[in-house]
């Protein structure tokens, strides 16, 4: 599993508060993921992070915000929760530093917002 | 971004051979083709990872033909445990990032 844990595992939560998922790796990885992954849509890039506070958008990444002060730890924080974002959320590492480097996952994060 | 094309859905019996084919007509010269597993309630596994012509380890194979617009996962002698979905990914670029398309759901009988 390459050392990744993700906290919560579930969560329930109300419209409009805020959530944050945490992705930890013990590994000292450079890349680190967040996805989601909804029932007809597989799995879509949120944000992403190539080191300390150097992060980069993903193609679904409106309301949600990531921050990466440590190596080991990526956040991924919704600001004012909403239904849509009902989701199940997996981080992602890549392990190595090459383009042929690959990604393992945590074992997921299952959101509901009523 | 290259996309992929794959069946929907697969089903098979225990101890036959499975082959699941991936197109993707678009791809770049410098994309890899990769696959993943994934079960229920579980994060995408890595199976095998290829650019050209066969890759072989010890859960798959990969083939992969001449002009690359397609590739095959090769399952040998698939179990109950195999039931799953399979994801082909060819989008690679210098953001590391996976572009995951709707993947292909095999259901192995006994």
């Known amino acids: 599993d390459a050392g990744i844990t993700q906290s919560p595992r579930h969560k329930v939560t109300e419209t409009g508060t805020p959530v944050t998922l945490r992705c930890h790796q013990t590994?000292?990885?450079?890349?680190m993921y967040w996805y989601r992954q909804d029932p007809g849509h597989g799995l879509r890039l949120i944000h992403y992070?190539?080191?300390?506070?150097?992060?980069d958008k993903g193609e679904v990444s409106d309301g949600y915000s990531v921050s990466r002060s440590k190596t080991e730890d990526f956040l991924l924080t919704l600001e004012s929760a909403t239904s849509s974002q009902t989701s199940v959320y997996f981080c992602?590492?890549?392990?190595?530093?090459?383009?042929?480097?690959?990604?393992?996952f945590g074992p997921g994060t299952r959101l509901t917002v009523l | 971004l290259a996309k992929t094309t794959q069946p929907i859905s697969m089903d098979s019996y225990e101890g036959q051979e499975v082959n699941i084919t991936c197109s993707h007509n678009?791809?770049?010269?410098?994309?890899?083709i990769t696959w993943y597993q994934q079960f229920p309630s579980q994060g995408p596994r890595f199976i095998i990872q290829?650019?050209?012509t066969k890759v072989t380890n010890e859960v798959a194979s990969l083939f992969i033909p001449a002009d690359r617009k397609s590739s095959t996962l090769s399952l040998p002698r698939v179990s109950l445990s195999d039931t799953a979905v399979y994801y082909c990914?060819?989008?690679?670029?210098?953001?590391?990032?996976?572009?995951f398309g709707s993947g292909t759901r095999l259901l192995v009988r006994p």
């Open positions: 992602a590492i890549a392990v190595g530093a090459g383009p042929t480097d690959t990604q393992y």
């Open positions: 590994e000292n990885h450079r890349y």
């Open positions: 992070s190539y080191g300390v506070k150097d992060t």
């Open positions: 678009n791809i770049a010269t410098n994309d890899y």
């Open positions: 290829g650019y050209k």
């Open positions: 990914l060819v989008d690679w670029d210098s953001s590391y990032k996976l572009i």
